[in-house]
Each structure stands twice: as structure tokens, then as C-alpha cells.
């Protein structure tokens, strides 16, 4: 099983990045799928998740408006759209997978994990 986040890099606030999880080793379309952060010093937190066939979607209250997640069941991948950046939104992105129906916010209930891509908004 292999989770890969990418696209995270150095932007200034008020700018946009746009992260991809390519997976492989499983069935991607029977998993739900999550983006989680991570600022130094503290704990992961949930942002987004959406469900597997992307009927639902689920955000954090410090995001919504301005994040989208979304996946390609026939390109194995997961998205996290990220607009109007702030300096808040520091932190390591990671993407997840749960075999939880449903939307998923905690971290415990998804199964597999991606290695993490740094996110770094300027002021």
C-alpha cells in the first residue's frame, strides 16, 4: 500500500496550491479518503474527507469556503484544492484512506497513511 502527497511548496498568503495523493496497493473506490495537517507543536488535525463514490464531503470549520477535496476513482488519486491561503494553513498535509463508511474525522479510524507533503504560507 503506498500513499504519495505532492504539491505542497512555499506561497504567500492570499495565494492557492493544489496537493495530489497518488495511491496504490489497495482498492481505492471502497476506501474513504481524508486530508489531515500538522503545524510543529501540535496535533494532527482533520481538514477534509470525502466519501467513495464523492457523494458527500466533509470539512474543517477552518477551511471551509475556501478548500475542495476531490479523487479520480479511475486515476487512483485524491485532491485538496487549497484557495486564499494563510499563514495558519502551515503545516504537513498528509492524505489518508479508512475503511469507515461515511464521512471520517478521526485519525485513529483511517487505515493507511501518506508520507506527508510541507505546506508553507508566507505573510
Known amino acids: 500500500v503506498q500513499l504519495q502527497a505532492s504539491g505542497g511548496g512555499l506561497v504567500q498568503a492570499g495565494g492557492s496550491l493544489r496537493l495530489s495523493c497518488a495511491t496504490s496497493?489497495?482498492?481505492?473506490?471502497?476506501?474513504?479518503m481524508g486530508w489531515f495537517r500538522q503545524a510543529p507543536g501540535k496535533e494532527r488535525e482533520f481538514v477534509a474527507a470525502?466519501?467513495?463514490?464523492?457523494?458527500?464531503?466533509d470539512y474543517a470549520d477552518s477551511v471551509k469556503g475556501r478548500f475542495t477535496i476531490s479523487r479520480d476513482n479511475a486515476k487512483n488519486t485524491l485532491s485538496l484544492q487549497m484557495n486564499s491561503l494563510k499563514p495558519e494553513d502551515t503545516a504537513v498535509y498528509y492524505c489518508?484512506?479508512?475503511?469507515?463508511?461515511?464521512?471520517?474525522?478521526?485519525?485513529?479510524?483511517?487505515?493507511?497513511w501518506g508520507q506527508g507533503t510541507q505546506v508553507t504560507v508566507s505573510s
Open positions: 489518508a484512506a479508512t475503511r469507515w463508511f461515511g464521512l471520517v474525522r478521526e485519525t485513529v479510524k483511517y487505515d493507511y
Open positions: 496497493g489497495f482498492i481505492f473506490s471502497s476506501f474513504g
Open positions: 470525502i466519501t467513495r463514490s464523492s457523494s458527500n464531503t
